[in-house]
């Protein structure tokens, strides 16, 4: 007969407090709190791994089979009423706040959800867990779940098959399975964090671990509790969770840390010792019972609240936390309990079958109308998305046809080179210099014996990767380079792609002494926000991103800045300054009806070109006195230029000009 044991709840309790405090990312005095609160599902992996085996390895012993047909019933009816529960009750909201995009994600994320395949389907996006933008994804949670389920599909009938041929080496099986998957676990991570994060194979070991106390436990009857080693589990869990960091390499061998301590805890913790007490008092067994209605819930509403607060201050996080406990609690007494004991087989499995085919309806609804686009058309008009995403395609043709012999200009950066370089083009001296335009975006970029290395992180950036090692290591462009343009986000400032400044000067060390200027960002707002969200929540022009940018500030001492480059000769392009001086009053926010960033850091490139233009042409002196102007023409000059080149005998007449 099954014994409830309330200190199991106590310790899933923890960590569904864990996880959840670690999404809402409270802060104190500039410090994140909790920042290792993601062992929380390390825990919950072990913790499921114990129970479901123990069922099964009962059941086996009990009759020698497995009714499979019992048992995926059981995780059906624990798993998907609260999961559509949730779903239905975030569709208007996605419908009403997320933008096309962000609606297509939303949409084959749940999509992805139903059939168990979030993980997979997060790792072959780029979601990069923990990132602010993944804070947004109201599903991204789910990829859990989708690791527990694809783990118990097979689970079962190995196990099955194990126990009936190799019973006498049933320990060992595990055991070398368990340590085929942390190995895998420890070298994957190396190169591929986020696959051995999002993984089955990778996570298995943790699952496993359960397991193989559940066999024990089976078999030989419960350890007696001891207060040490309870006490040393529940240690080694709280620890983990609250001195591991973002920087600590997970999962890998630190995970084994929690994982040991959850087993201790869960092998010697009972009523008898102080740990199992704590764990096991009322509150602590009330919010594990609870736990994965809490689960359920807390993203979605993190998510959508994050998306139309100006300010998701700690203040915004408790009332998100106060709402999550308040439907999690109503999810898990009128739909999570009842539908777990409810007898009505068939009006369950009716529910059910019929929810899956409402949600995979909206689903594909969602994804055959491409995010329903035409809700943005009120504050950002079809024909000027139109004509901004036509300008964005043309940045990986921009290189086609290379001059031999002609001086170069190399416009290099991240994610932001796409769109400063396509406006540049429009004012660099063509007859003159011959562009060439690069991104490492997600590129691992090394210099090495004198050659730029720099493979893709996924094989989706391998179109930006290849390019720019190509380009980057070919000496005879590099021979004629006349002027290397940085355009990078925050570039004295953002840790990722901290190389960018040794791969200028080694650059420069190859060029016909090139010069570089590196350019500085326009407006953006924080990481949690997106313009054309605040727009469209707010239906609101690009106006309110402007008075919502919190960057860059005015007078900002550069050469205190973490990655100023004081060893390297370059010129800094103030746009802002040289634009507006830092008075948002004067400052443009749009142009053609394009705004001046769609998402919170990355200007349009139709915004782009008539900023520069209105730069170039009005603040002169300023760049000639740079040296810009020895690279950019002004608008009215080439405007000039194509008058005069138009006309009879253009030549002499230009020939004649002082």
């Given at each position: 007969m099954k014994v409830y044991r309330p200190e199991i709840d106590g310790l899933r309790a923890i960590s569904v407090i864990a996880v959840i405090l670690y999404h809402a990312e409270f802060t104190v005095a500039g410090h994140t709190l909790l920042q290792g609160g993601y062992i929380g599902v390390d825990v919950f992996f072990v913790i499921s791994g114990f129970l479901i085996s123990q069922i099964l390895l009962t059941e086996i012993e009990a009759t020698g089979r497995i009714d499979f047909l019992k048992f995926y019933?059981?995780?059906?009816?624990?798993?998907?009423?609260?999961?559509?529960?949730?779903?239905?009750?975030?569709?208007?909201?996605?419908?009403?706040?997320?933008?096309?995009?962000?609606?297509?994600?939303?949409?084959?994320?749940?999509?992805?959800?139903?059939?168990?395949?979030?993980n997979i389907y997060f790792y072959l996006t780029a979601a990069l867990y923990g990132e602010p933008s993944t804070l947004l994804k109201p599903f991204l949670?789910?990829?859990?779940?989708?690791?527990?389920?694809?783990?118990?599909?097979?689970?079962?009938?190995?196990?099955?098959?194990?126990?009936?041929?190799?019973?006498?080496?049933?320990?060992?099986?595990?055991?070398?399975?368990?340590?085929?998957?942390?190995?895998?676990?420890?070298?994957?991570?190396?190169?591929?964090?986020?696959?051995?994060?999002?993984?089955?194979?990778?996570?298995?070991?943790?699952?496993?671990?359960?397991?193989?106390?559940?066999?024990?436990?089976v078999r030989r009857g419960r350890t007696r509790p001891r207060p040490f080693l309870a006490a040393a589990g529940?240690?080694?869990?709280?620890?983990?969770?609250?001195?591991?960091?973002?920087?600590?390499?997970?999962?890998?061998?630190?995970?084994?840390?929690?994982?040991?301590?959850?087993?201790?805890?869960?092998?010697?913790?009972?009523?008898?010792?102080?740990?199992?007490?704590?764990?096991?008092?009322?509150?602590?067994?009330?919010?594990?019972?609870?736990?994965?209605?809490l689960y359920l819930w807390h993203y979605p509403v993190f998510a959508f609240w994050r998306l139309t607060s100006l300010n998701f201050d700690n203040g915004d996080k408790l009332l998100a936390i106060a709402v999550t406990v308040l439907v999690a609690v109503v999810s898990f007494v009128v739909i999570e309990k009842?539908?777990?004991?409810?007898?009505?087989?068939?009006?369950?499995?009716?529910?059910?079958?019929?929810?899956?085919?409402?949600?995979?309806?909206?689903v594909l609804s969602a994804i055959s109308m491409a995010g329903f686009p035409h809700r943005l058309d009120e504050v950002y008009s079809p024909l000027a998305q139109a004509n901004e995403a036509r300008l964005e395609s043309t940045f990986l043709s921009l290189n086609d046809n290379i001059q031999a012999a002609k001086p170069i200009i190399f416009i290099i950066g991240d994610s932001h080179a796409r769109n400063w370089s396509i406006a540049l083009k429009n004012y660099i001296d063509t007859d003159r210099y011959q562009i060439v335009a690069v991104s490492y975006l997600n590129c691992m970029v090394e210099i090495k014996n004198d050659i730029v290395k720099a493979p893709s992180r996924a094989s989706i950036y391998d179109k930006y990767c290849i390019p720019f090692e190509k380009y980057i290591n070919d000496k005879s462009l590099l021979s004629r380079t006349k002027a290397i343009f940085l355009t990078s986000l925050r570039p004295f400032e953002y840790t990722v792609n901290p190389f960018r400044f040794e791969l200028l000067s080694w650059m420069k060390s190859h060029s016909d002494d090139a010069r570089i200027f590196v350019f500085g960002n326009y407006f953006q707002l924080e990481e949690s926000q997106s313009c054309l969200g605040l727009m469209f929540q707010r239906r609101s022009d690009a106006s309110i991103c402007l008075r919502e940018a919190t960057y860059p500030p005015a007078n900002q001492h550069l050469d205190q800045l973490p990655f100023f480059p004081s060893h390297l000769a370059f010129t800094y392009v103030d746009i802002v300054k040289l634009h507006c001086d830092y008075d948002k009053e004067k400052c443009l926010t749009s142009s053609r009806g394009v705004p001046f960033i769609t998402d919170w850091n990355h200007l349009t490139a139709e915004f782009l070109t008539t900023l520069i233009g209105d730069i170039l042409e009005k603040r002169t002196a300023d760049l000639r006195g740079d040296g810009l102007l020895d690279f950019l023409v002004p608008p009215h000059a080439r405007q000039s230029e194509r008058t005069a080149s138009s006309q009879p005998n253009a030549g002499r007449t230009s020939s004649a000009s002082p």
């Open positions: 019933a059981r995780r059906a009816r624990r798993i998907l009423p609260a999961l559509f529960a949730v779903i239905f009750a975030t569709i208007p909201f996605a419908y009403c706040l997320l933008l096309p995009s962000e609606l297509l994600d939303y949409a084959n994320s749940i999509g992805s959800a139903l059939i168990f395949g979030s949670h789910t990829w859990s779940l989708s690791v527990e389920e694809q783990f118990y599909i097979g689970f079962p009938f190995l196990l099955l098959i194990v126990l009936r041929y190799l019973k006498s080496r049933f320990l060992p099986c595990v055991l070398l399975v368990a340590s085929l998957s942390f190995v895998l676990c420890v070298l994957i991570v190396r190169y591929d964090q986020q696959q051995a994060f999002y993984s089955p194979l990778t996570r298995a070991w943790e699952l496993l671990a359960g397991t193989l106390l559940a066999y024990h436990e529940l240690v080694l869990v709280l620890g983990s969770l609250i001195f591991f960091g973002k920087d600590t390499v997970h999962p890998g061998r630190l995970t084994l840390i929690p994982v040991i301590g959850t087993c201790l805890v869960l092998a010697f913790a009972g009523q008898q010792n102080a740990a199992g007490r704590l764990l096991a008092s009322r509150p602590a067994a009330l919010t594990g019972l609870i736990s994965y209605s009842p539908f777990r004991h409810t007898r009505r087989s068939r009006a369950l499995w009716i529910t059910l079958s019929s929810s899956v085919a409402t949600i995979a309806a909206a």
